[in-house]
């Protein structure tokens, strides 16, 4: 069985609160189960309740051995890492994995910044388990078992990967923090910039890149998509790297995806609120088409 329990869903930062109780208030970390195989997603602060809850749990059967997957290196995505238990743990087998925008910069030392004097009470080279860190780019990665991911960019302000996971023949994939790509170049003849070979040259690569996502996507039994903002929030939030709920949808069902999984909420936006957008946009594609719509919260499992 391939599923995957959602620890943390919100972007941008931790909102602990009254009015996110049902949704949750961590950031970014997914917990990916192929059978007894485990595979994590993310260093956000959904990975402290999970590194405690596989601490009285998973390493009851044995040492905690995993493959961790970064999607980039935004802060709401490694602030978890300090307070992730198995890192204490000698015994701690942890593979961790994710793309690096700056060529002077490790993944390493992009998270193990957090773990100085200035920061935080342990430093890097005090931790007991067992770390390995890998750079990776858009490839695919046999993981053993019959457990395969392949990575894919995404359109954000610094590189990040969205990861396919599939297992027999069954398939989760990721798809935050990712914006639809646009054409950059002025469209408007009447723009003193306007450049009519550039303006279609620019149309023309938005559409390849937007085309790239979808074969990404395509026929995925779980998707995980970025849906920050409605269609009216996201005009005045371009360029920031994230999707709107119409985007997310319109992509999923182009690309046959069974079931969507709508992630990183707005920090502001509270349980009720949700409630009400997860209620009125499935209400729009009743009807329309057989994928399964969700909102993200903790602790919910998803079996693809």
């Known amino acids: 069985m391939l599923s995957v329990r959602f620890w943390g869903d919100r972007g941008s930062i931790p909102c602990p609160g009254p009015a996110t109780v049902k949704y949750g208030g961590n950031t970014s970390c997914l917990e990916i189960r192929a059978d007894d195989r485990l595979v994590i997603i993310d ?8 590194g ?7 390493f009851k059967k044995g040492p905690i051995d995993t493959d961790i997957f970064i999607t980039h290196t935004h802060w709401d995505h490694i602030m978890g890492f300090p307070m992730f238990s198995p890192i204490f743990i000698p015994t701690s087998r942890l593979r961790i994995r994710g793309p690096v925008s700056y060529e002077d910069d490790t993944l390493e030392s992009i998270i193990g910044a957090q773990l100085s ?4 009470p342990v430093r890097q080279s005090e931790l007991s388990a067992q770390i390995e860190y890998g750079q990776i780019k858009e490839t695919s990665l046999d993981l053993g078992n019959g457990l395969w991911v392949t990575t894919k960019y995404l359109n954000h302000p610094i590189l990040c990967l969205g990861y396919r996971f ?13 914006e639809p790509f646009r054409n950059l170049f002025p469209t408007d003849p009447a723009d003193p910039s306007y450049d009519e070979d550039a303006a279609r040259e620019g149309n023309l690569v938005a559409k390849e890149e937007n085309e790239k996502i979808l074969r990404f996507f395509l026929g995925a039994d779980v ?4 849906a920050q903002y409605t269609a009216a929030e996201y005009e005045n939030h ?18 046959r995806v069974k079931k ?15 409630e009400q957008l997860e209620a009125n946009y499935r209400a ?12 993200a919260r903790e602790g919910l499992l998803v079996e693809a």
């Open 43 to 50: 260093f956000g602060t959904g990975i402290k309740p999970l």
């Open 52 to 58: 405690d809850w596989l601490m009285a749990n998973d």
């Open 117 to 120: 004097y200035r920061y935080w």
């Open 166 to 178: 599939e297992y027999r023949g069954k398939s989760i994939v990721t798809a935050y923090d990712n």
């Open 223 to 226: 998707l995980i998509h970025d």
């Open 238 to 255: 371009l360029g920031w790297g994230h999707s709107s709920y119409e985007h997310a949808i319109n992509a999923a069902h182009k690309a």
């Open 260 to 274: 969507l999984v709508l992630f990183h909420h707005d920090p502001n936006r509270t349980d009720e609120q949700l």
């Open 284 to 295: 729009k594609v009743h009807g329309r088409t057989k994928m399964e719509l969700m909102m």
